[in-house]
């Protein structure tokens, strides 16, 4: 048969005339490509895991309490107290407590607790536009699209602004003041992996937007395109929840 | 045999969704409250259990997002299993890494 893949699409069943697992071939292609990255992604939690362990765990802090007043040169106050050193992997408490806009206060947590929020919040339009586009409601699916949009690159914003600061306070790939340089170079590779593909996510969803926009998806009847990648950005939400819970809780 | 209606193969979306779909969110965004409480309750504490409660709040998050957002919990029982099941082995993997790696600081110390 020499159709094109636009009328397989309509029909929603493969060459055999039935949808295999009963959902559409994009659908499961994604789903096993989601399942690929989800080992690539485990690749590097499991890296992160093992180098982590094959250092001493982090020194106890018993010095600085949170929203407590930190001078200036924080880093070398650490280094100096004896709790950043080669030995131990440095407490992300003690790395990552700064918020924009507010300068020498202990905020261990706070700004990625925000980054958390605003992708879970991202995640919610959505499925929310996924769910419009059952019912076959443009201006819905468009509404929500455009805040998913918004959501994600709010998400990129804030994680632009950690790396800088994190770079700012002489984090490279190869040497950083915390502690042991394999610190700095996973924390680059994880969450600039996972940066990676929410900046893949929002371009995904630009296209689609304008695709809904535009009235393709009305035309062929269905908004299938958006659960796709719905799912993708789903997926990019999920990664995050361990990386929330790997690089800053633990 | 020939299928031309236009009609979207696939299993049942419950009625309900949206009520489902904030009910979920409410749910992730409490769990995330509690991770961070527990966060700031417990920075004193330095126990491996600590680390198991986030690692399994970590986990009933991962159940939400992807039963009823990615929608695997209407979905095929194949499909699921088609992608959880890999998952698994990937979880036995970290968890001898981490073992591993702990043999590794070990060695470290040896001289």
Known sequence: MATN??????KFTWGGGKSPFSVSYGKLMMWIFLLSDAFTF????????????SYQSPIPNEIVKPLSDVGHNFVEHMQQAGLFVQENWPSPELVFNHFPFIHGIH??????????????FSSVTMVLAVEAGHRMAKDEVAKYMLLTIIGGAAFLGCQAWEWNTFIGEGARLYSNPFGPRSFAALFFIV???????????????VIIYLNVLA???????????????????HFVDLVWVFVFTFYYLL | MQHTEEHLEHTETPHDMKSQIWKTFW????????DIALYFMLLSNHSILKNWV??????????????????????????????????????????????????????????
């Open chain 1, 191 to 205: 969450t600039g992996f996972h940066g990676f593909h929410v900046f893949s996510g929002v371009v995904l969803n």
């Open chain 1, 42 to 53: 485990s690749s590097l939690l499991i890296a992160y895991g093992f180098i982590r362990h």
């Open chain 2, 54 to 111: 986030f690692i399994i709040l970590g986990v009933v998050k991962a159940y939400y997002i992807v039963g009823v957002f990615m929608h695997m919990k209407f979905e095929r029982k194949v499909l699921m299993y088609t992608i959880i099941l890999p998952m698994l082995f990937v979880v036995f993997l970290v968890a001898l890494m981490i073992i591993e790696g702990n043999f590794t600081n070990m060695l470290r110390w040896v001289k």
């Open chain 2, 27 to 34: 749910i992730l965004f409490a769990l995330t409250i509690v």
């Open chain 1, 107 to 120: 905020l261990p947590l706070f700004f990625v607790s925000l980054m958390t929020f605003i992708l879970i």
């Open chain 1, 5 to 10: 893949t636009l009328s397989t699409e309509k």
């Open chain 1, 215 to 233: 009235g393709t998806y009305e035309k062929r009847g269905h908004y299938e395109m958006v659960e796709k990648v719905g799912l993708y950005w």
